[in-house]
């Protein structure tokens, strides 16, 4: 999971799966229409403010474009789903929260993740065991305390289930419950078959929350061994917000939850209604009958901006707009075609004009606000359609022309398509754009049958140099939607995925960016920020690299 | 002719002392009030107590316009402009809606071309006479019932107790011919009057049509005006003969007079058509002017072998030149 | 004839419906197999063949297709429309839970509809080319022109944000209300059901603005033919007649009316069809929470089972208000009656 997104069109694929096997892990999360994809409109997330009529400051109210997809942690893979499912389940872990001091906080990236339903985690020195603590405070929404069992039942529900969280475990190496041992009541053990760096990190994806065992129990049945019909219904949470009503494709009703441990929330409810039209809830924001518009468009957001009473808070996050080409085919299989590609793009023109200014240009296929982007590492790529042609010339690529897939779904993208269109044009490339069907656009990616495509807010949900690599450019990577190739970028990723050593790690991924800005598999158009319209009384805003709000935090002004 | 007009009295009264319908200068058009269009433009008709008055015409002639004037039933549109139309010494034009339609059903009635089509097809045939004797008799539903199925039996319709509570399609041409006679004699009326009653009916079903009018009128006392097309249908039917042309009287008088002697040249000709002499086709030529583009003359000068320029210059007065015949026409 | 043939007809139109559905069913069937299969789409992006492949084989794709169309037909037979590979709840659920709300909305927007079409059609036929008829055709007209979602804006735009006479566009009843307690899914009805009458008027001003919007932009083809088939029967010679025959005029214009209901009915079913089936982007204006969104989400991730619920669906209400429409019409015209026997 995890994509982040920014708040644009993001979209967020995961990986859904229901099998998810190995599969991946990835971390680019995709924008653009995703498998699950959110419908056509794109969803970014979104988060809290007033209520309207009741008008205490206790409820929050969210207009959100669609009903969450399930309410069964196992199987969240759109990003409505992923947001409220991050809402409800305790997590393992959590970022540490850097206040920027605008009402806006952010998450460092910088530290590992520290305990959140846990105390602590420890590796072991051969990096192999994970010695995990639990809090002896932590408790379920109906009072009763949780302990090793608790987290046992997730993992085994993940593993049995096979759903999309299984990802979650199986990324670091977990596959059989036999790994997972419970030493105490209070203290957990995995057994890892290689030392992993992004234990912390993996922990902290909402697909990995906690379930409530006992109310899962009550719904298991003969044909739905681990409950989902039920969970996806009605939810089993365990963190700072529980249910209370959902009415699907009206509104779902969170209340605080009286037995949360941690921080108490700020509002008591937080209702999320369903207002399928980006352009109704823009306009509900204005009338303060709501107080987060959710799931909006770049263009719609930058419609809102200055409006009386609306904030729209931009924060500079991990996320890219990109131009993907097929690597191991004619034309692009060679490098200096891409490359000339990346000469004739106009970053600026793209960031300021298309985006609004709310995008930073690209400084490297790394994306710069990763913790791990090192600036140092040159990225040659100023638009200049002269050295563009020139490496057309000595490539013999003249005439140039090709097909480039967006997916209808992809607002940002298309408008992306165009400038870029009439930039190649210049240089006397041709570039054809095609719309499909957000669904089919899936579809052609995991068969790796466009020749290019765009795509919109493909973010990381994990901020880590192994978990990049392997989902997006290791040759056998899954989202390697390119088709990318380099024997150099795949020795980096296997010492990476043993490789615990922070400094260690600092230095290969410098070398995974250079080899990466020099092949340009992918070239990054833009680097937009994430993006949340509220009213202006709404604080607490916080941006983790998942892109998903956290209704906990969130606040009036003055309360 | 002008002069019958003012006093509303037609040029024809002396036919009977004291006709059971009157008309005098009728005059029905259409269209906007400041260019009018005529569709009748000097109706004059008498019809005694009793009598059986055949009108004949060309289609488009204005018969139906006619039946239709007498009623107060004009088409949307169509307005009659001047004239009188005495009915049992009240003028049915000035009379107010709610007692004209206390005559309409009641006291007139009408047989129409198209019977089937004349009945609301979505009700039973016995409910619309039981209907129309309820509404104009007030009587109780049964006994209105009951009438209709006596008056059907004695209209010679089979089983008429089913067949009353039958729906209009299912009823031949000449079986609803007499259902609609029937609904026109429910309320025992003054006057009947029967417009084409037996067009589009085969020749014998015709005849049978024709005997059922024929009796069943005579014996319910009514007076009947006939309207066809078919100068042998009135020859058949009738005591008077009046001929319409364009909306204008042209003949009038006794049946035998009329048909055996005509006075106006068109009458000579539609008895021509009907009866031509050995091995000829006779036929009238031209075609019957549209409404609208008449001018001061004989309505029939245009396509008359006798017209003078005082024909296409005047319309000619009805004149009454034998006892009881009047014409309308220039020559003798 | 009565009941014996009541019931022969009632069971020969069921008979056929269940045809009819059967065949759209199978239509569905093939249409999607035809597609493909959704495993991709269901692992995402991120699927591996071997993920891929093990999934085809518990969802059953890996069968023969016959086998998997007796199964299909099997689960259908039993009413199990299966469950949606995106939120893995069963499509009855999801349909129950969306389709009480479109219903409300057509009912109320056809039922408005009628109320306005009727009687001005009625009226436009008393005089046509008078002003009634030229004001109703102009209406008429922009209600035909006009997008449905756009004239839905302008509704909001003038009576929710300018004039505050009616509610914001957030759904059925304000944020964060609670519904009456659900008997029929319609929330009106639920309200009037369980003596609520606040939120009964609450309720009505939300479902005011879109029905409004839908019998504005659906029913003009029904004033139109209203109109046409008054004008007919006014004309007509059984008009004419019971004229003629001093019927008074109140019964006239009935047997008149009585005649032109017939094509009106066809009309106002197939109005209503239409209706139910098109009010994806008035649902969307108004935060509705009915089908329409759902549809096209369903559409737009090939998520199967959903799109055959929605289908069989909509093919059902089809059918049934065809069915109705033709009851009704039997009852009233004798001729169309003797055209089943």
Not at chain 1, 10 to 18: E, F, H, N
Not at chain 1, 482 to 488: H, L, Q
Not at chain 3, 241 to 247: K, M, N, P, Y
Request: include cysteine; charge should be negative; aromatic fraction near 6%.
């Amino acid at each position: 999971m995890h994509s982040t997104e920014q708040p644009a069109p993001p979209r967020r694929w995961r990986i859904g799966g229901v099998v998810a096997a190995m599969a991946a892990t990835l971390t680019l999360a995709a924008c653009g229409g995703g498998s699950d994809g959110d419908s056509k409109t794109s969803t970014a997330s979104a988060g809290g403010g007033s209520t309207t009529s009741g008008g205490g400051s206790g409820t929050l109210t969210i207009g959100v474009s669609s009903d969450p997809q399930t309410l069964d942690p196992e199987w969240g893979q759109a990003h409505r789903a992923n947001e409220t499912i991050k809402n409800l389940y305790a997590q393992w872990t959590r970022y540490e929260v850097i206040d920027n001091g605008d009402g806006t906080l952010k998450a460092d990236l910088t530290k590992d993740p520290v305990g959140e339903a846990i105390e602590s985690y420890t590796l072991s020195d051969d990096g192999k065991t994970v010695n995990i603590k639990l809090r002896p405070d932590a408790k379920l929404p109906d009072g009763e305390p949780i302990t090793a069992d608790t987290f046992l039942f997730k993992v085994e529900r993940a593993l049995e289930m096979n759903a999309g969280s299984i990802f979650d475990f199986n990324i670091l190496g977990i596959t059989k419950m036999s790994q997972v041992k419970k030493v105490s009541d209070s203290e957990i053990q995995f057994k890892l078959p290689n030392p992993s760096p992004i234990v912390g990190p993996m922990l902290r994806d909402q697909d990995a929350g906690l379930v409530d065992p006992k109310l899962v129990k009550e719904h298991m049945t003969d044909d739905d061994p681990w409950g989902t019909e039920w969970v996806a219904q009605n939810g089993a949470p365990t963190g700072a917000y529980v249910i209370e009503k959902y009415e699907p494709g009206r509104q779902l009703v969170l209340k605080a939850n009286p037995n949360y441990w941690g921080e108490k929330p700020n509002f008591e409810r937080v209702v999320l209604q369903v207002i399928p039209d980006e352009g109704q809830r823009a306009q509900l924001l204005r009338q303060g009958a709501i107080d987060i518009a959710a799931d909006m468009s770049t263009d719609a957001i930058a419609r809102l901006d200055g409006a009386p009473g609306v904030r729209v808070h931009s924060v500079p996050a991990i996320s890219q707009d990109q131009l993907g080409l097929v690597n191991d085919k004619p034309p692009f299989n060679d490098a200096r075609v891409r490359q000339a590609i990346a000469y004739a793009i106009p970053y600026q023109s793209l960031a300021d004009n298309v985006l609004g200014g709310r995008a930073a240009t690209p400084k490297g296929v790394w994306p710069q606000n990763s913790a791990w982007f090192d600036e140092s590492v040159e990225w040659p790529y100023a638009t200049d359609p002269e050295k563009a042609k020139q490496l057309l010339a000595e490539a013999g690529a003249e005439n140039l022309e090709f097909t480039v897939q967006i997916s209808d779904a992809d607002a940002d993208a298309q408008a992306l398509a165009v400038p870029i269109q009439s930039a190649l044009r210049d240089i006397g490339v041709t570039m054809n754009i095609e719309k499909v069907a957000a669904a089919r656009f899936s579809k052609n990616l995991t068969k790796r049958s466009m020749q290019a495509w765009i795509q919109s807010g493909l973010g990381a949900y994990v901020d880590d140099p192994y978990y990049m690599a392997f989902l997006s450019y290791a040759s056998t990577a899954v989202i390697n939607w390119t088709n990318y190739k380099n024997e150099k970028v795949d020795d980096i990723t296997e010492e990476l995925s043993k490789t615990v050593d922070r400094d260690r790690r600092q230095e290969l991924a410098t070398e995974l960016q250079a080899a990466l800005n020099q092949d340009v598999p992918i070239i990054p158009l833009a680097e937009p920020n994430w993006m949340l319209p509220t009213r202006e009384d709404i604080e607490g805003v916080l941006w983790e690299p998942d892109g998903l709000l956290t209704y906990r935090l969130l606040k009036r002004a003055g309360d | 002719m002008s002069a019958a007009q003012t006093q509303s009295r037609s040029v024809l009264a002396g036919i009977a002392d004291d006709p059971l319908l009157e008309i005098s200068g009728l005059v029905v058009e259409t269209g906007p009030a400041r260019r009018p269009i005529e569709l009748l433009r000097s109706i004059e008709l008498a019809i005694p107590k009793g009598a059986r008055v055949g009108v004949v015409g060309e289609s488009g002639s204005g018969k139906s316009m006619t039946a239709s004037a007498i009623l107060g039933v004009l088409p949307n549109g169509v307005r009659a402009r001047a004239g009188t139309i005495r009915f049992d010494g009240r003028d049915l034009m000035t009379l107010p809606e709610r007692e004209m339609r206390r005559i309409r059903g009641g006291e007139i009635s009408l047989v129409s071309q198209n019977a089937v089509a004349s009945l609301n097809p979505l009700m039973t045939v016995g409910a619309q006479i039981a209907k129309v004797c309820r509404e104009h008799t007030g009587v109780s539903k049964q006994e209105a019932w009951t009438r209709t199925v006596e008056l059907l039996d004695a209209l010679g319709i089979p089983e008429p107790d089913v067949r009353a509570r039958s729906y209009p399609h299912h009823f031949s041409g000449g079986m609803a011919q007499r259902v609609a006679i029937a609904m026109a004699l429910i309320c025992s009326p003054q006057l009947v009057i029967a417009d084409e009653p037996t067009t589009g009916l085969d020749a014998t079903i015709q005849a049978q049509v024709l005997e059922v009018i024929d009796g069943s009128v005579k014996a319910s006392g009514a007076a009947l005006l006939l309207i066809s097309h078919d100068l042998a249908v009135i020859r058949a039917m009738c005591d008077i003969v009046a001929v319409v042309y364009a909306g204008s009287l042209l003949e009038y008088g006794p049946a035998d007079e009329v048909l055996n002697r005509p006075l106006s040249p068109y009458t000579q000709g539609l008895i021509r058509c009907m009866d031509p002499p050995e091995g000829e086709i006779a036929f009238i030529p031209g075609r019957i002017p549209e409404p609208g583009t008449l001018g001061a003359g004989c309505p029939f000068a245009e396509r008359c072998d006798r017209a003078t320029d005082a024909c296409r210059a005047q319309q000619p007065a009805l004149r009454q030149l034998r006892p009881d015949h009047w014409v309308s026409c220039h020559h003798e | 004839m009565r009941r014996g043939f009541w019931l022969r007809y009632l069971g020969r139109r069921l008979l056929a419906a269940v045809l009819a559905l059967f065949g759209v069913a199978v239509i569905v069937f093939v249409v999607t197999r035809l597609l493909g299969d959704p495993v991709e789409l269901i692992l995402g992006q991120r699927a591996t063949p071997e993920q891929a492949a093990q999934l085809r084989a518990e969802l059953g794709y890996d069968d023969p297709l016959p086998q998997q169309f007796v199964r299909y037909i099997g689960d259908l037979v039993q009413g199990d429309l299966g469950v949606s590979n995106y939120t893995q709840r069963p499509v009855t659920d999801e349909i129950a839970d969306r389709f009480p709300a479109t219903l409300e909305l057509a009912l109320a927007g056809m039922l408005l509809g009628l109320l306005w079409t009727i009687p001005l059609g009625v009226i436009a036929a008393q005089r046509p080319g008078g002003w009634v008829d030229r004001v109703s055709r102009a209406v008429a007209e922009f209600g035909l022109a006009i997008p449905n979602f756009f004239f839905g804006l302008l509704l909001i735009l003038l009576f929710a944000y300018a004039l505050g006479w009616a509610p914001a566009p957030v759904g059925e009843l304000d944020i964060g209300a609670s519904p009456p307690p659900r008997v029929t899914g319609m929330v009106v009805v639920d309200a009037l059901l369980a003596g609520d009458l606040p939120t009964f008027w609450s309720a009505l001003k939300y479902l005011a603005l879109p029905a409004i919007t839908l019998a504005v932009t659906s029913c003009p083809p029904i004033l139109a033919l209203t109109r046409t088939s008054m004008i007919t029967a006014l004309r007509s010679d059984y008009v004419r007649s019971a004229r003629a025959f001093g019927l008074p005029p109140r019964t006239v214009r009935w047997y008149a009316l009585k005649n032109s209901l017939v094509p009106v009915l066809t009309m106002s079913a197939m109005t209503f069809g239409f209706l139910v089936g098109n009010t994806v982007l008035v649902e969307s204006v108004f935060s509705w929470p009915g089908m329409g969104l759902y549809s096209v989400q369903s559409m737009q991730r090939f998520d199967y089972a959903p799109v055959l619920g929605v289908v069989l669906l909509g093919s059902a209400i089809y059918i049934l208000v065809y069915l109705l429409a033709d009851l009704i019409s039997m009852a009233i015209d004798p001729r169309v009656r003797e055209g089943q026997t």
